[in-house]
């Protein structure tokens, strides 16, 4: 059951996860100034006020359009529950909303992970470890467990849970806060890219990837620069892309593909001194 809170009661804790993106604070206040508040935010009461839990960009855009209460959901606790318990419910929550951009997502699962591990201690050393006799659990099992059940919270499918959570491992510290509010955070295949990179790499890239705003450095291109490597022209990305396809089709496919251009692989193979005649 909610009710309609004091704006000026309700403080933001620090460290929540995901940063206030002001103009879409801004439009949201406006809306709910215009044609009211769609759904409550998440609060827990704290001495004299109340603790924000989940609904950063609602409580923002009350504030920006200046409302003097917020409908609100006012959380009790129950007992042994823990701050971790109520982090799970604003990632979840969050999550739920389905407008998080690629990095968010990704810090999202990141944190879900960090929780349940919280929760459950022995998933992040592997659990028991046993002997070759008597068994025991491995990492791998407690990684599966941990995605199963974020998989299952989520609706994301294991292999998105578990690709989010390792590209947010790979990307240092300094990267996520430079790419926050970019294009970058948008695109998760740039995202896994870069975290395959070493972190001093990520910031020599990155550093060429911003040197220009309005005509950023693609990230491909800029990584070659960074490695001391040509950048390569369309004509060279074009043919590694093909090698590359090359390399996934059947035989079947593959020699369908060389009868197009027999005449042409003919006429080179002769050239070349491949076959006689």
Known sequence: MSEFLPVS??????????QVDEDWAAFIGASMKEVGQKAPIDVVAEGDGFTLV??????????????KTIEARVLVPEAGQTADDLRLHEVLENLARKDFNALERCEALFELKRIHEAKFPDAKHGGKRGNQHTGGEKRQVAIFAFCQSASESTGLSRRSVELAVQIF??????????????A?????????ALAGMEA?????VLDLVFAYPDQPMA?????????????LNDADKILRATQGGLTRLSKTTR???????KDEIMEMAKREGWIDG
């Open 200 to 204: 001093e790499l990520q910031g020599k």
């Open 255 to 261: 020699q369908i593909l060389f009868s197009t251009y």
């Open 9 to 18: 009661k309700i403080s933001v804790p620090d460290g929540r996860l995901r």
């Open 169 to 182: 491992e790979g990307l240092s510290p300094a990267t996520r806060e430079r790419i926050k509010g970019t």
């Open 219 to 231: 990230l491909g291109d800029a990584e070659r620069k960074a490695r001391g490597l040509p950048v």
């Open 54 to 67: 989940a609904g950063g960009h609602r409580l923002r855009g009350a504030q920006l359009a200046k409302m």
């Open 184 to 192: 970058m955070a948008e695109k998760q295949a740039d995202l896994k």
